[in-house]
Structures are given as C-alpha cells and as structure tokens.
C-alpha cells in the first residue's frame, strides 16, 4: 500500500494543513483547515483550526470542568477539532509548555496535549503556552483513507504557522490558507479531474 508523503521533502504530513477543497462531499468539512497532528502509514489525526463552538469559551468550558482560572477570562472560542470522540478534548499549543507522559510534540514549536495538564496550564498565569486551542473531537483516516481523499482532490496541502494554527479570525483562516498557497476559491472548482 502506498503511503501518504509529502512528495517535496518524503516525510509525513504531520504539521501540515489540509485545506478542504470547494464541493467537498461531507458538509462537516466545508471550509475546513485541518492541522495533522499524527501521521503514519497506518492512521492520521488532525484537527479542525477554523470550526468554533458558538457561544462556548475556553473560560466557560474550563468552569464547567472545574479548573479555576488564575487569568483573566480568555475569550477564545472552544473549537470543534473534528467529527470523532467530540467529549474528548485536545490542547494544540506552543511548545513552551510540555507535560511528561502526555504531551506529543507534533512539529516545530507546536506540541498536542490531551490531559487536564494542559487545561491547568492554559489557566494558570506562569504555566500558560504562549499561544494555545481548546478543541473537542478530532477528524481521523484509517490506512489509505486519506490518501485517497487526497488522490480524489478533497484536500490541499499548506505549511501551517501560528497566524492559521492559533489566532482569532476562524471565519477567514479557509480563504487565507488558500492565499498562502498563491489561490482563491474563484479559481477552484468543485468538481475534480484528471488531465
């Protein structure tokens, strides 16, 4: 079975972007850009930077949760990080924060947490990474999965940076992505092909 690679460099796509091409069949991921976190011959994880949860913030989830918060309340916006396992939630951050036994570095300065560790630091005033999201779920593709969707034109690829990863303007980052990669949606067509 072929694996997904980057055909650039020969390595995963982990700490790539996949930007949901126009037309995209499920309607759970139009407009969708979707950081790997996990990628091997046998699976990929990602998830989905750009999909908040209206009306839910990080402070207000972490309320929920119990933690106290040592700062003042983040506005930032919980996101939905993908379709799969949405009770979980996952702390994509800066890699200034690290918890021992859970934290996975993903790729240059971004890390992924999975614990109350990380909640506890994204509250604290000494402990807090410089830049963090708080989603729940995360989108997953079993062996051929993806590359698949890729073979069928779903998905572009882009390199991330902090701006599309962790700022504010989740309704802009799709077009934006797109820009990064020298396009706009104007010149994409929903329907695939081969020439």
């Given amino acids: 079975m072929a694996s997904l690679i980057d055909d650039d460099d020969g390595e995963f796509l982990i700490g790539r972007l996949l930007v949901a091409m126009p037309g995209i ?3 759970r991921f139009e407009r969708t850009v979707l950081y790997l976190c996990a990628h091997d011959e046998d699976a990929a994880m990602g998830l989905a930077v750009n999909r908040p949860v209206e009306g839910l913030t990080v402070f207000e989830l972490l309320n929920r949760l119990g933690v ?3 700062i003042q309340a983040p506005s930032d916006l919980v996101l939905l990080g ?6 979980r939630g996952f702390v ?3 890699d200034d924060f690290s918890s021992p036994d859970s934290t996975l570095p993903v790729a240059d300065g ?3 947490t999975a614990t109350r ?5 994204m509250a604290s005033a000494i ?3 410089r830049k963090s999201l708080l989603a729940l779920g995360y989108a997953g593709w079993g062996p051929g999965q993806l590359e698949q969707e890729l073979r ?3 998905w572009l690829i882009c390199d991330a940076d902090e701006g599309l990863l962790f700022d504010e303007d989740h309704e802009h980052k799709w077009t934006r992505a797109l820009a990064k990669l020298g396009i706009t949606a104007d010149h994409l067509s929903a329907t695939a092909g081969r020439a």
């Fill in 68 to 70: 106290r918060s040592e």
């Fill in 110 to 112: 971004v890390a992924l």
């Fill in 152 to 154: 069928d034109n779903v």
């Fill in 92 to 94: 994509l951050h800066t």
């Fill in 117 to 121: 560790d990380a909640l506890d630091a």
């Fill in 82 to 87: 993908g379709p799969l396992e949405r009770e």
């Fill in 127 to 129: 402990k807090r990474p």
């Fill in 25 to 27: 069949e499920d309607p």
